[in-house]
């Protein structure tokens, strides 16, 4: 299992998200308008643009703070926030 971050900008929803540093830390930053929220649980097996185009389809990045999801919770037809 691995974790695979992502870059949002809930500002500007018409900017895509894509994927982040490893190393990069998770939360808030440029006066919260960029995050980097991460995705833990991920099977090996699975690429990080399939974790993306979970991601994007899942998740509302405009609303809520929270910046953390398991993989096993994303899925099309489910909305998170």
Same mark, same amino acid.
């Given at each position: 299992m +691995?974790?695979?971050? *992502?870059?949002?900008?809930? !500002? ?12 990069? %830390?998770?939360? !808030?930053?440029? !006066?919260? %308008?960029v995050?980097? +929220? $991460?995705?833990? $649980?991920?099977?090996?097996?699975? #690429? !990080? ?7 994007v389809?899942?998740?509302?990045? %405009? *609303?809520?703070?929270r910046? %953390?999801?398991?993989? #096993?919770?994303? #899925?099309?037809? +489910?909305?998170l926030?």
């Open positions: +691995r974790t695979v971050k *992502l870059i949002t900008r809930a !500002d500007k929803p018409d900017v895509p998200t894509h994927i982040a540093h490893p190393n990069m %830390s998770v939360g !808030d930053n440029h !006066d919260a %308008s995050q980097v +929220r $991460e995705v833990t $649980e991920v099977p090996d097996n699975v #690429g !990080d643009e399939q974790v993306l185009r979970l991601f389809v899942t998740c509302d990045a %405009s *609303l809520g703070k910046l %953390s999801f398991r993989f #096993g919770d994303l #899925g099309e037809g +489910r909305i926030r």
